[in-house]
C-alpha cells in the first residue's frame, strides 16, 4: 500500500531546459552546440549537483573543454539560472495528493548554487512536507546511499512510498532500492499512472 510521494523536482515540478533558454536568448547553434558539450553535458555538472564542486572551480574546467570558447563558456556559465521555468500544474498537483492524505517529499539532483538563485521558482516546497536536494548531502541519484539516506531522514519505508523522475536510471537505481517507481513521461499520462497506482 501506497502511502507516501517521492518527488524528483527538474523535467518533473520545474522545467530544466538548456536547449530552450539557449534558443530563446539568441545564441547561434554553433553556441548553443558549444554550451551544451562544455557546460550542460560536460563531466562536472552531476559534482555541481552532488556539492563536491563549486561553480568557480567547474567553470574553469568547462573553460579546459574549449579554451578557445572562453568568453562565451563564462557568459553561459553565468546564466544558468535561465535554464529553469515553472509548470502550471506543479502546484496543484502536489496540493491535490496532500489534500488526499498523502505526505509529499522532494528528492532531486541540484547544485546548492544554482538552488539558491532559482528557489523562488519552487513555489510548490511551501506545499511539500520535507526535501533533499543532492547538495546537502553529498550524494546523487541514482546511487544507492542517497535513496536509503532519504528514507532515513523523511522517515519513511521504500515499500509504502512511489517515486516519481524523469530519468530511467534514477527510477531503475529507486527499484533496486526497494522503492515503488514511475517513470515521469508527462503531466498528464504520470498523474493518470500514479491515481491507478494509488488506486483512485
Same mark, same amino acid.
Given at each position: 500500500?501506497?502511502?507516501?510521494?517521492?518527488?524528483?523536482?527538474?523535467?518533473?515540478?520545474?522545467?530544466?531546459?538548456?536547449?530552450?533558454?539557449?534558443?530563446?536568448?539568441?545564441?547561434?547553434?554553433?553556441?548553443?552546440?558549444?554550451?551544451?558539450?562544455?557546460? #550542460?553535458?560536460?563531466?562536472? &555538472?552531476? @559534482?555541481?549537483?552532488?556539492?563536491?564542486?563549486?561553480?568557480?572551480?567547474?567553470? @574553469?574546467?568547462?573553460?579546459?573543454?574549449?579554451?578557445?570558447?572562453?568568453?562565451?563558456?563564462?557568459?553561459?556559465?553565468?546564466?544558468?539560472?535561465?535554464?529553469?521555468?515553472?509548470?502550471?500544474?506543479?502546484?496543484? &498537483?502536489?496540493?491535490?495528493?496532500?489534500?488526499?492524505?498523502?505526505?509529499?517529499?522532494?528528492?532531486?539532483?541540484?547544485?546548492?548554487?544554482?538552488?539558491?538563485?532559482?528557489?523562488?521558482?519552487?513555489?510548490?516546497?511551501?506545499?511539500?512536507?520535507?526535501?533533499?536536494?543532492?547538495?546537502?548531502?553529498?550524494?546523487?541519484?541514482?546511487?544507492?546511499?542517497?535513496?536509503?539516506?532519504?528514507?532515513?531522514?523523511?522517515?519513511?519505508?521504500?515499500?509504502?512510498?512511489?517515486?516519481?523522475?524523469?530519468?530511467?536510471?534514477?527510477?531503475?537505481?529507486?527499484?533496486?532500492?526497494?522503492?515503488?517507481?514511475?517513470? #515521469?513521461?508527462?503531466?498528464?499520462?504520470?498523474?493518470?499512472?500514479?491515481?491507478?497506482?494509488?488506486?483512485?
Amino acid at each position: 500500500m501506497i502511502k507516501n510521494i517521492l518527488f524528483d523536482v527538474g523535467n518533473v515540478l520545474l522545467d530544466f531546459d538548456p536547449e530552450r533558454f539557449l534558443k530563446e536568448a539568441g545564441y547561434t547553434k554553433e553556441q548553443q552546440e558549444i554550451a551544451m558539450r562544455c557546460v #550542460f553535458t560536460h563531466p562536472l &555538472w552531476d @559534482q555541481l549537483d552532488k556539492g563536491t564542486v563549486m561553480e568557480k572551480e567547474a567553470l @574553469q574546467e568547462f573553460i579546459k573543454a574549449d579554451p578557445a570558447q572562453e568568453a562565451l563558456i563564462r557568459e553561459i556559465a553565468g546564466r544558468t539560472k535561465e535554464t529553469l521555468f515553472p509548470l502550471s500544474y506543479a502546484d496543484d &498537483w502536489v496540493k491535490s495528493l496532500k489534500a488526499q492524505g498523502y505526505p509529499v517529499y522532494i528528492l532531486s539532483n541540484y547544485a546548492g548554487e544554482l538552488y539558491e538563485k532559482t528557489k523562488h521558482l519552487m513555489t510548490f516546497l511551501q506545499y511539500v512536507d520535507d526535501a533533499l536536494f543532492s547538495y546537502q548531502c553529498k550524494m546523487i541519484k541514482p546511487d544507492r546511499e542517497i535513496y536509503a539516506y532519504a528514507c532515513e531522514k523523511f522517515n519513511i519505508l521504500p515499500q509504502e512510498t512511489v517515486f516519481i523522475d524523469d530519468r530511467a536510471k534514477n527510477i531503475a537505481g529507486a527499484r533496486v532500492f526497494g522503492l515503488q517507481a514511475l517513470q #515521469f513521461t508527462s503531466y498528464e499520462e504520470t498523474s493518470a499512472g500514479l491515481r491507478a497506482l494509488l488506486g483512485k
